[in-house]
């Protein structure tokens, strides 16, 4: 059973860096084709996709977040880190952590969620 | 403005059949890229209920279905029950900005 979860700072101030990090179990980094990613969600507002990481430890960013986002792994702990550097009050939202599976002949997509958590940036 | 357009709210009497779409363009859905749908209920994380276009995971009411035509995709639900009531997303990936792109979100109502 996959099960994912987020953990990090619930509050912030403008400029600062958040650190997130996603705890995950039922699955490993070890096997070809995992992948875990970030999305978040301000309030009201739809999903947006921040970054994700592969088993191969490729990379991928937001194109609009590159610049402010890193995504690391420590496939000993099973769990992955995302940093966001100059985080400002737009930044609010609920951050997701999520597990990518790929359809055969297909592309990748989030099956499984963590329960988030919201953080919130404010002085 | 989402790269993914889907209307704001859709509506329908339980037991009616009703479609949510979900319009992009040639740099992803029309790609060939895969769609995605999402349930969301208040509070909670988004849940998969359609992949590769049309595909249910294990678990998903067999009254929900996805279909991909052109650069538009949609998500049909027969006999609409009290509990669909959820905000609904589209997704897929969209090769010029190398996203992967939500639609803005579509909140359904039983009458």
């Known amino acids: 059973q996959i099960t994912l979860k987020e953990s990090g700072p619930t509050l912030v101030k403008p400029k600062q860096t958040l650190t997130l990090t996603c705890f995950f179990s039922g699955f490993s980094f070890t096997t070809r084709g995992v992948g875990v990613g970030w999305v978040r969600q301000p309030p009201g507002e739809a999903p947006e996709w921040l970054a994700l990481i592969y088993w191969d430890d490729d990379k991928y960013y937001s194109s609009s977040l590159k610049s402010r986002l890193t995504i690391t792994r420590d496939t000993s702990r099973n769990r992955v880190v995302l940093t966001m550097a100059n985080m400002d009050p737009i930044d609010t939202g609920t951050y997701y952590c999520?597990?990518?599976?790929?359809?055969?002949?297909?592309?990748?997509?989030?099956?499984?969620w963590g329960q988030g958590t919201l953080v919130t940036v404010s002085s | 403005q989402s790269v993914l357009t889907q209307p704001p709210s859709v509506s329908g009497a339980p037991g009616q059949w009703v479609t949510i779409s979900c319009t992009g363009s040639?740099?992803?859905?029309?790609?060939?890229?895969?769609v995605q749908w999402y349930q969301q209920f208040p509070g909670t994380a988004p849940k998969l209920l359609i992949f590769?276009?049309?595909n249910r995971p294990s678990g998903v009411p067999e009254r929900f279905s996805g279909s991909k035509s052109g650069t538009s995709a949609s998500l049909a639900i027969t006999g609409l029950q009290a509990e669909d009531e959820a905000d609904y997303y589209c997704?897929?990936?969209?090769?010029?900005?190398?996203?992967?792109?939500f639609g803005g979100g579509t909140k359904l109502t039983a009458l």
């Open positions: 999520v597990h990518l599976s790929k359809r055969d002949h297909g592309d990748y997509y989030f099956d499984y």
């Open positions: 590769g276009n049309n």
């Open positions: 997704q897929s990936y969209d090769r010029v900005s190398g996203n992967w792109v």
């Open positions: 040639s740099s992803n859905i029309g790609a060939g890229y895969d």
